[in-house]
């Protein structure tokens, strides 16, 4: 190959690399840097480095009401991770490994709650738990309650239409690597005398497992970002990150706080990412 | 050739550029940039104010939809540039951007219909803003679960804390930003002012155990009043009279004594931008024309005393000396302290 062509093929990856690397610069790592140097104090547009400060972060970090907050929000991440890990899962394999003419209609009904958006999910979540809603008035009808029940605003309807909302993101990738999955694996399994419950444990589930972890970490990190649906259905009892920072900037106006907390965000999504390759990384599933 | 050095350095010209270029939407010539809610609020201005202004100047007027804190935010990023010239903002911003000078004062001979807005809608701005409609602190209720009113907030306190209401009850939430100011007008009517938040804290802390949900956006609550999931809550107004009328026979609203909480919409002229064009937006703002047809369609009430209003309309607009204002300055002050003490008081 001579050094032109050589040349001419590096130009064209450049070319082509280049308007994916001004989008990641302009709109992700410039933006990044600036909420950095907020969080420090450092006023963009005014840039006096000198007055950096890390009493935000230690606010932060020294503070049980933020701590809290923090801790609700890895809470509902990994809640709602791991159930619709469960819920997904049968549903991402039938789609993969069945040859019904229903799939096609599954596979639309699953991609319906990203059709729709987060907030007609959660208008719809509104009005079927509601205390006039289906749920209520399916259960007064029966006379299996006298007076409905409040179902809205709590971790249970965040839960529940969180779970709706993200189902998707779970089902796809599941249905992906099952569909990777060599049939006749499970089928030796059974012939070496295997049940269906044993093979599910010890083949389908192991080998399912970059699927349900690619899952795990799409839906986690939408969990930790929601911000219209925690804010319309749930309790007055706890507070997520999003709303904590949403606070912070129309309430307080204290943009360098609202920074901090917007980075300890980033942070906890790269923590888990990196956490999550290492673990496959371990386990060799990648 | 192209070498990663040449790459590295092409990236950095388009970063610089990108950053010295200033913002896409910025003041020019014969055009002025203005900023507005969305949903009808953003059809109020594009239907009523922006016509009459154009007829006015014959100038361009360009919409920033929104949220003041976004525009001061805006503004404050790029003081010497700014890429708006007159802001639709909230009290505190307002003041926090007089304070830091970057809006200019109001004045009679630049923005005449300033002359017709008495000073409950200018003087807590020092007239670096001028409001060009009000909202005031009400009631919504349920009048068959509710047929009688609380004709006092004192009275509203004492019924819900003793359960007369059930657990039927919503009010602001302090992640509404309005909610230090309600918090204040709590304080005051309970016997406490700006440096004793005690009594609102208190009485919120009582009644906490009938609260189905401490709204965080305003267009919660007639969702939940007309689905029923709350029989009484804290609304302004102008929201409420938008709600009542044949669709919600069962809505009522009453203001309880002894006096309103006075919200504001304070329309500034930003420093350094397209300023004589904004002079003129803001005067268009307060012109009594436009303010009509926006009463009529959101229900907000006209600031300018030369509006006339419909006779049918009259009984929702709250006489002038029934309504209060917090003392600004003070209020931004203890803010960050009153969202502590919510969320350990009444969240935690």
């Not at chain 1, 302009?26 to 400060?53: D, K, N, Q």
């Not at chain 2, 359960?163 to 309005?178: M, Q």
Request: with cysteine; charged share 15%.
């Amino acid at each position: 190959m001579t050094r032109s062509s050589t040349d001419l093929g590096q130009l064209a990856r450049i070319v082509l690399l280049l308007p994916a690397t001004i989008i990641v610069v302009v709109g992700y790592v410039l933006p990044s840097l600036v909420l950095a140097a907020l969080s420090f104090g450092i006023v963009p547009g005014v840039w006096v480095f000198s007055e950096a400060t890390t009493s935000h972060y230690m606010r932060l970090l020294g503070d049980i009401y933020y701590l809290r907050v923090v801790g609700y929000t890895l809470f509902l991440g990994i809640v709602v991770s791991v159930l619709t890990a469960v819920l997904a899962f049968p549903v991402g394999y039938y789609l993969a490994r069945s040859r019904s003419r229903l799939t096609s209609l599954y596979a639309v009904l699953t991609f319906t709650p990203l059709a729709v958006g987060m907030n007609m999910v959660t208008l719809g979540w509104m009005i079927i738990l509601g205390k006039t809603g289906f749920i209520n008035a399916l259960l007064l009808q029966t006379g299996a309650i006298n007076d409905p029940l409040q179902l809205l605003y709590g971790w249970g309807a965040v839960i529940v239409a969180m779970v709706h909302v993200v189902f998707t993101f779970m089902v796809l990738p599941i249905e992906a690597v099952v569909r990777q999955i060599d049939p006749s694996l499970e089928k030796a399994a059974r012939i070496l005398g295997a049940g269906p419950i044993r093979t599910f444990i010890e083949v389908v589930l192991p080998l399912s497992l970059p699927g349900i972890a690619a899952g795990f970490l799409i839906v986690f990190l939408q969990v930790c970002g929601a911000f219209v649906l925690p804010l319309l259905l749930g309790g007055q009892g706890f507070t997520l990150m999003p709303i904590a920072i949403w606070e912070q900037i129309t309430v307080s106006f204290d943009r360098s706080f609202a920074a901090t907390l917007s980075v300890a965000l980033i942070l906890i999504s790269i923590v888990v990412m990196l956490l999550q390759m290492r673990i496959m990384r371990e386990k060799s599933l990648v | 050739m192209t070498t990663r050095r040449s790459v590295l350095k092409m990236l950095g010209t388009g970063g610089a550029l990108a950053w010295g270029g200033g913002s896409l939407v910025h003041a020019q010539g014969n055009s002025v940039t203005i900023t507005s809610l969305g949903g009808k609020w953003e059809q109020s201005i594009r239907e009523h104010f922006i016509p009459l202004f154009k007829k006015r100047t014959g100038a361009e007027v360009r919409v920033v939809l929104g949220g003041p804190s976004q525009w001061s935010a805006q503004i404050e990023a790029q003081p010497n540039r700014p890429p708006l010239d007159a802001v639709d903002n909230s009290e505190l911003l307002a003041i926090a951007l007089k304070n830091k000078g970057l809006v200019v004062k109001l004045t009679p001979d630049k923005v005449p219909n300033l002359a017709h807005t008495p000073d409950l809608f200018r003087k807590p701005f020092d007239d670096y803003g001028a409001s060009y409609q009000d909202s005031t602190s009400a009631l919504c209720r349920n009048r068959h679960k509710i047929p009688q009113e609380a004709k006092t907030w004192p009275e509203f306190f004492e019924r819900a804390a003793k359960g007369e209401f059930g657990r039927s009850i919503t009010l602001p939430d302090i992640s509404y930003p309005w909610a230090p100011h309600i918090i204040w007008h709590f304080a005051t009517v309970l016997g406490g002012g700006v440096d004793n938040l005690d009594p609102a804290f208190e009485a919120l802390k009582k009644i906490k155990p009938y609260i189905v949900k401490f709204w965080s956006t305003a267009l919660e609550v007639g969702r939940m009043v007309v689905s029923k999931e709350v029989d009484i809550g804290y609304l302004w107004d102008g929201r409420i009279t938008a709600m009542m009328g044949e669709k919600n026979p069962t809505l009522a609203f009453n203001r309880p004594g002894p006096n309103s909480l006075v919200t504001l919409s304070p329309a500034q002229v930003v420093k350094g931008g397209n300023e004589k064009l904004a002079f003129e937006w803001v005067n268009t703002l307060l012109d009594p024309e436009p303010q009509l047809q926006y009463y009529k369609l959101i229900n907000f009430t006209p600031t300018n005393s030369k509006v006339i209003i419909p006779d049918n309309m009259k009984a929702n607009i709250m006489p002038l000396n029934e309504g209060v204002t917090p003392p600004y300055s003070e209020l931004a002050k203890v803010t960050s302290r009153i969202v502590d003490r919510w969320n350990r008081e009444i969240r935690g």
